[in-house]
């Protein structure tokens, strides 16, 4: 992945939405706070396919394991003692894979930014 100047453009699945929004929080860091925004953002940024993956397999192992791995670990309890909401939810997760890794990767944003602008870089 080209890690600069255009770092936002290397991720995988990137949606126009992302895109603006990584623009929007990246706008006001200087180059070595970008840099270390990008890195971080890398680390702990999700692939809406991957999520996909999970929410598949909710129906053949243990539902909930795209709630866990997004880290809302009461829903993934939630859907695993229920059994994804008798299969309900894990069906409404299919469909909205993407604005779930979506939501996941904004709040990822935000706290990369706010680490980023610590860093006296």
Request: glycine share 10%.
């Amino acid at each position: 992945m080209n890690m600069y100047p255009d770092s936002h453009m290397g991720f995988s699945d990137m949606t126009p939405e992302e895109m603006g929004f990584l623009q929007q929080a990246t706008a006001g860091l200087n180059e070595n706070q970008k840099k270390y925004f990008y890195m971080i953002y890398s680390s702990k940024r999700k692939n809406s396919q991957e999520i996909l993956i999970f929410t598949l397999l909710g129906f053949v192992f243990v539902a909930g394991i795209q709630r866990f791995v997004l880290g809302q670990i009461g829903m993934g309890i939630l859907y695993f003692l229920t059994g994804g909401f008798c299969f309900i939810g894990t069906i409404v997760d299919l469909v909205k894979n993407k604005s779930l890794t979506l939501e996941y990767n904004k709040k990822m944003a935000y706290d990369s930014h706010r680490m980023a602008m610590m860093s006296n870089q």
